[in-house]
Nanobody, 124 residues
Framework: QVQVAESGGGVVQAGGSLRLTCTISGGTTSGYTITWFRQTPEKEREFVAAFRATGTRHYTDSVKGRFTISRDNAKNMVTLQMNSLKPEDAAVYYC??????????????????WGQGTQVTVSS
């Protein structure tokens, strides 16, 4: 059974950077789509970025050019480098693993393994 765990959250000023890490156990990063979602109390869980087993990357429009998702198969990790952070980026960020078809990679229900979440706070 594949498991994932997030780390790297914290508090940053607007315009600053954070790097989140998703560590995968019980499987390899190349065997799954690894996806970052984020959630606030007033919003439903939102897709942020995905790294597919094929090696392709996908981003929600609001983070394109600012966030970069990367995969390190040797370390069994997927990282989300977040630059130029904005207050609206503040949320609990979750890592998820699954094998969704391409058209469903942004759908939370298509993932069967989730981490506990890591808090990202952006102050203005």
């Amino acid at each position: 059974q594949v498991q994932v765990a997030e780390s790297g959250g914290g508090v940053v000023q607007a315009g600053g950077s954070l790097r989140l890490t998703c560590t995968i156990s019980g499987g390899t990063t190349s065997g799954y789509t690894i996806t970052w979602f984020r959630q606030t109390p007033e919003k439903e869980r939102e897709f942020v970025a995905a790294f597919r087993a094929t090696g392709t990357r996908h981003y929600t429009d609001s983070v394109k050019g600012r966030f970069t998702i990367s995969r390190d198969n040797a370390k069994n990790m997927v990282t989300l480098q977040m630059n130029s952070l904005k207050p609206e980026d503040a949320a609990v960020y979750y890592c998820a693993a699954g094998r969704p078809i391409l058209s469903a990679i942004t759908t939370p229900n298509m993932y069967y393994t989730w981490g506990q979440g890591t808090q990202v706070t952006v102050s203005s």
